[in-house]
């Protein structure tokens, strides 16, 4: 089962309503947002927003991995670029 939610470019509503689905409707016990460099905040606002407004507290925060990854940038420079992933899962 695919609980992963990765955060890009689409409108932010689309993001918790992915997060909101998975615990709803597809019933999973936690959900991992993951985000790379200026998406970082973005998936913040997600977690946030999704366990708070949206799930009533009935989730929270379980655990947050930060990391970097180096890849090739257009130009052919070495870049390195922050990753978070935000575990939400269902209170106990």
């Given at each position: 089962m695919?609980?992963?939610i990765f955060i890009g470019n689409k409108p932010f509503m689309n993001y918790?309503?992915?997060v909101v689905m998975?615990?709803?409707t597809k019933n999973s016990?936690?959900?991992?947002i993951k985000a790379r460099g200026k998406?970082?905040?973005r998936a913040v606002d997600v977690a946030e927003v999704s366990a708070k407004r949206f799930?009533?507290?009935t989730?929270?925060?379980k655990d947050i991995k930060i990391d970097s990854e180096?890849?090739?940038n257009k130009e052919g420079r070495d870049v390195r670029v922050s990753i978070i992933e935000i575990t939400l899962g269902k209170n106990q």
């Open positions: 695919d609980n992963n918790v309503t992915g998975q615990f709803t016990p936690e959900v991992v998406f970082i905040s799930l009533d507290n989730v929270s925060v180096g890849f090739q």
